[in-house]
């Protein structure tokens, strides 16, 4: 919910304030996804598996922040980058980062404290950017800073004492040494980053800032629809080491991307304008481009737990880190040939199946890939539906919530009793 929110904020801030501070929202926005994703690592995924199975956890707990603050302290040192771009000074909340223990509300058992905390998270600097861009747009990118600051001094506080552990954690280097066991994760972790959001880091670069603020609020929805992805996977992890419950999650995410994909292809322009406004139904062409990226990362998502599952980690991690190199280098390739926010939507899809096929290969079972193949291909019949009404009624809204409810019905009618079935 707060993921959809902040898409909405964005909205609101790309039409009262300018391009170039959307940009600079887009680069704040990226560092911090990107200094929480570097201090979570591999580490963040062990440690909420052990910490939901041990009795005495808070000595680990302990140990675990230890680490986490300690990287984040190291990380606030590349704050000095700010004399080449001031945006990097928000390398210095990279601490309070690192003491956030939200995970370890998951392991324990609080998932609506948890899921709270990060609604929390996103509400108060977003809500701020709404009223900033209204009244002070310049002060945009301070506004933003300051927020996430002082939201995160806040909710670290109130984790601890909802924990009932220490509030403070004492940085030590030797605790470094627990990144080193799941230091294969974190590759996985940080190349996943750049195969979506972790591009805008980038994009500056070689793109115009136009382009930029499109791809940031594009691939900002883009990963709340991976984000609804593995919430399924986080419902079924240990089941899924058998095959037939990894076929209905890829079956369920199947769907799920067909939606996505035939709600953005069919009717882009409402649905451009109703998530992102009309200045951007020019690069409706990049919004399609992302339906089509998610459908193919859902249609073997489940492959990211079964390899965790059978701890083919270094494998993973190469694969994974050979994928994101290949985003990245496309997106740069690219823009010497078209600046347009389209391009960068062509370097996802090429990212995403350059990871499908890797996952495919470390599977190296094809009668995995034909019975997902053909799902997607026998289910692909109904987007009939929405072609249609789109096609009769034009692409305005009420086509577009009959075509998807309809569309969605049909789904549902159809495979409701399998999947309950199997969740059951």
């Not at 600051?149 to 009932?164: P, Q, R």
């Not at 930029?212 to 986080?234: E, M, N, P, S, T």
């Not at 249609?299 to 079964?306: D, E, G, K, Y």
């Not at 075509?403 to 789904?411: E, G, Q, T």
Request: overall charge positive; aromatic content about 16%; hydrophobic content about 55%.
């Amino acid at each position: 919910m707060g993921q959809l929110f902040s898409v909405f904020a964005l909205k609101y801030v790309s039409h009262h304030g300018s391009v170039d501070e959307l940009k600079a929202i887009a680069e704040i926005d990226s560092l911090i996804l990107f200094m929480i994703n570097a201090i979570a690592l591999g580490l963040q995924s062990a440690a909420i598996r052990d910490l939901a199975l041990e009795k005495d956890w808070k000595k680990n707990y302990y140990d675990i922040q230890s680490a986490r603050l300690t990287l984040g302290l190291l990380i606030a040192c590349f704050a000095f980058l700010a004399f080449f771009n001031t945006y990097y000074i928000v390398f210095l909340i990279a601490p309070l980062l690192g003491w956030s223990g939200d995970y370890a509300l998951y392991a324990r058992s609080h998932p609506i404290t948890g899921s709270i905390v990060a609604f929390v998270r996103l509400l108060v600097p977003f809500s701020l950017l709404i009223f900033f861009s209204t009244y002070k747009p310049e002060l945009l990118a301070v506004v933003y800073i300051i927020s996430v600051s002082a939201i995160y001094l806040i909710t670290n506080l109130y984790i601890s004492n909802h924990l009932k552990t220490a509030f403070f954690f004492i940085p030590k280097f030797k605790n470094l040494h627990l990144y080193l066991k799941s230091m294969s994760l974190g590759v996985v972790v940080v190349s996943l980053y750049f195969i979506g959001l972790g591009l805008v880091l980038l994009l500056p670069y070689f793109y115009k800032n136009e382009i930029v603020a499109v791809a940031f609020v594009g691939l900002k929805f883009y990963i709340i629809f991976k984000g609804l992805l593995r919430i399924i996977h986080q419902a079924f992890v240990k089941e899924m080491i058998s095959d037939e419950v990894c076929l209905k999650i890829d079956q369920m995410g199947s769907l799920l991307g067909l939606i996505f994909f035939a709600a953005v292809t069919f009717f882009p322009n409402t649905v451009i304008s109703l998530f992102f406004g009309e200045k951007y139904l020019p690069d409706k062409l990049f919004f399609i481009l992302l339906s089509i990226g998610g459908l193919i990362y859902s249609a073997f998502s489940s492959f990211i737990i079964r390899l965790l599952l059978e701890k083919k980690d270094k494998a993973y991690a190469l694969i994974s880190s050979i994928a994101a190199l290949i985003t990245i280098v496309a997106a740069i390739i690219t823009s010497y040939f078209w600046q347009t926010a389209s391009a960068v939507g062509g370097s996802l899809i090429i990212g995403e199946l350059a990871f499908s096929a890797g996952m495919i290969f470390l599977m190296n079972r094809p009668d995995l890939i034909r019975k997902r193949l053909l799902f997607l291909a026998s289910n692909m019949l109904f987007v009939i539906v929405p072609v249609a009404i789109g096609y009769f009624w034009g692409d305005k809204m009420i086509s577009f919530i009959i075509a998807i409810s309809l569309f969605v019905s049909f789904i549902v009618l159809i495979h409701y009793r399998k999947f309950v079935s199997s969740i059951n």
